[in-house]
């Protein structure tokens, strides 16, 4: 009888399957356990050879420059013939060019590049190539994508930030294609003395890539205003572009897609009653899995599409109700006219997994009891209030303790956890890590704690420079913000020996004015997280590690990230 292979025998992308048994997320191992991974590759041979399929299945060559000299070590190990790297290899992402178009559609030169030629050689190379992602501003060199559709005729490619003036027809045009991001271009022409600027965009090329692309399966369309377009709002010039819509005919055929994004300022693209009604009769929306809207709610779009929407999982949109418009760019026209159009679209998607709402003070109460019907299903929540706090009597509290934390508690099933929190009366409700422990299969928690001008728990109040009016930002109380967190954090398995929490992060804002209509939010935060070895105490007994250096770090709330 032949004799049973090891497990250490099974091969790249066995184990590949197991990692993601194991760690639902498939891309939690390979970032969040990367200095793990690298230390246990180091043990022996027999841990390298099931550590490095999970470690550089993906691949990125990046030529930033600190991480250009990374990349071109990357590629020399790739062309090594004593060299197994290429053996794991399975999605390649190419990022970060510095050879980009400014607005004005100039090509910026830069002293170093990726050669196409080493390129062409890796993709040749490769053992068995699944993905390649090109997120880069200028288009696929013809022999990189010649290359592809003839070593790889079944991988999957995908363009991001295709935002320069030329349309590359050669790489959109391709059967590989199944995922895009397009940015719509606004070339602004000269400001005339009546205050008019014209703008153009470039959703009719888009519709004819649609409509050539039928394996295409993604899609983010992307709305960028550059600097001149900035100025005319401040100016006071009405901005909009005078295609704000696929310009659709009865008689197209849209590829069905699964992932749909709308990215940029709201009510960019015009969800009219009848573009809704041509575009649900000119595309399949039942394979729809993810929609992401940003922060608009369209009610047109969600009357006529909501009821096709029968496969969509992860939904993201902004609420914004009644004639306040709270962003210094929101100009345009109301996106619901009745908060019930939208918590009934939320109500009416039967598996909804993950869902990300930006709530710009309207109807908190009527959107949690929408949240609650989803209490079986719902994996991951992301609740936002207004990006512009600027106006901070106006701006209600983004969450009113406690009635949406009692709701959130009856999402029992949810895996990862995002909300923002104001402090009214300066002091942190001790209630709200009891109530929010109760939630046992959670596996991150991130917090926005926003501070205002006045001393709360954890800084003192904001001192106005009367020179130039601005305030500045007391240091954050460093001391009693890790308190709160270590204690937050332990209060679950205080709860439940058996709570699934790995990481928690506290974020405290602030904002300040940078000129008369932008504004500026810093970042301070402090994460917990549950060390990971077998060895490890209990969190109850000092199991985890505290991150956290107090400094106030510029933040972009719209991308949720730092600058």
Known sequence: MEEAKPAIDLGGDIWHIINNLVNPDSHKLSEDSRSSLLALRRTSRAHKSFVDPVLYRSLELSDEEERFAAAEHKIQRLLDPNDDLYLHVRHLIVSNTKRAYTN???????????????????????????????????????????????????AILSVGAHNHPTIDTRSLHSPLLRSLSFCILNHTATVTATRQLEQYSKLPELRKILLRSSNLQNLDIKFEYNWLDRKAVWTGITARPHVLKLPLQPSDR????????????????????????????????????????????????????????INLRSLALGVRIGDRQLMYWAQGPLTSNNINVVTDFITSIPMLQELSLTNFGSGERDLFHSIRTKCTSLRKLYYHASINRRHDHLVKPCILYPVPVVTICELLELRQLTFDFTLLDGHWPTNVANDIAKLTHLDTLKIFIELRREATDFAAACYRDPHNGEYDFPPLNIGVAIEVATGFFKSFFAHSAYACLTKLELCFLRHQCADRTQEVAYQNSIQVTRLERDDAPSPLDGGYMVVGDGKWVEFDMRTQRMV
């Open 104 to 154: 004005y559609g100039k090509l910026q030169k830069v002293s170093k590049d990726f050669r196409p030629g080493d390129l062409v050689a890796v993709i040749e190379r490769l053992n068995r190539l699944h993905a390649f992602s090109w997120n880069v501003k200028r288009p696929i060199p013809e022999a990189i994508i010649a290359t592809l559709e003839h070593r790889w005729p079944d």
């Open 254 to 309: 849209l590829p069905p897609l699964q992932e749909l994004t709308f990215s940029g300022p709201p009510e960019t693209y015009e969800f009219t009653l009848e573009h809704c009604r041509l575009w649900k009769r000119c595309m399949d929306w039942s394979h729809l899995r993810r929609l992401d809207l940003g922060i608009s709610s369209p009610q047109h779009f969600f009357e006529e599409l909501g009821s096709c929407l």
